[in-house]
């Protein structure tokens, strides 16, 4: 499992280092084999190891191509999708395509989300966390039933 936020560099081939803490458990469980991503909604990627994201192959495949809403979603997804595999010393090269669409440039934020990375525009990372702050402070908003008995 997958968490917190790290700074990291991208070098200049566009790779980045995975940390030390997250290099033997994806050695163990995917062999170093990640899949990369765009996020449909932020400005950020998705990094995924291999077992997971075959997870979101299989759902991806149980849409329909008939459905422009499914088609898309599968188009966005897969399409973008770009195999990735650390090397012996932990980094991942990320293609342009993906660096392009994420913004990345030296600095960058890698987030732990549970099963899976979200990589992050270190700059766009912290401005999504001042935006999400505000929005809990000012309380406006509408909880969903999934949250309104989630408590810490």
Same mark, same amino acid.
């Given at each position: 499992?997958?968490?917190? @936020?790290?700074?990291?560099?991208l070098d200049s081939k566009g790779r #980045?280092?995975?940390?030390?803490?997250?290099?033997? @458990?994806?050695? #163990? /469980?995917?062999?170093?084999?990640?899949?990369?991503?765009?996020?449909?909604?932020?400005?950020?990627?998705?990094?995924?190891?291999?077992?997971? !994201?075959q997870i979101i192959e299989q759902k991806l495949t149980?849409?329909?191509?008939?459905?422009?809403?499914?088609?898309?979603?599968?188009?966005?997804?897969?399409?973008?999708? /770009?195999?990735? $595999?650390?090397?012996?010393?932990?980094?991942?090269?990320?293609? @342009?395509?993906?660096?392009?669409?994420?913004?990345?440039?030296?600095?960058?934020?890698?987030?732990?989300?549970?099963?899976?990375? $979200?990589? !992050?525009?270190?700059?766009? !990372?912290?401005?999504?966390? @001042?935006?999400?702050?505000?929005?809990?402070? $000012?309380?406006?908003?509408?909880?969903? $039933?999934?949250?309104? /008995?989630?408590?810490?």
């Amino acid at each position: 499992m997958f968490r917190g @936020a790290t700074t990291l560099s991208l070098d200049s081939k566009g790779r #980045l280092a995975i940390p030390a803490k997250y290099r033997h @458990a994806l050695s #163990l /469980d995917c062999e170093g084999k990640m899949v990369c991503t765009i996020d449909i909604k932020q400005p950020c990627l998705l990094l995924y190891p291999l077992p997971e !994201w075959q997870i979101i192959e299989q759902k991806l495949t149980r849409l329909s191509s008939m459905n422009p809403a499914e088609r898309r979603l599968q188009r966005l997804l897969l399409g973008h999708a /770009d195999d990735c $595999e650390m090397d012996k010393n932990g980094r991942l090269l990320l293609s @342009a395509p993906l660096r392009q669409h994420a913004g990345l440039e030296k600095k960058l934020m890698l987030v732990g989300q549970l099963n899976k990375f $979200e990589v !992050w525009n270190e700059d766009a !990372w912290h401005e999504q966390v @001042a935006q999400d702050m505000d929005v809990e402070r $000012e309380g406006d908003f509408t909880l969903n $039933e999934r949250l309104e /008995d989630f408590s810490l």
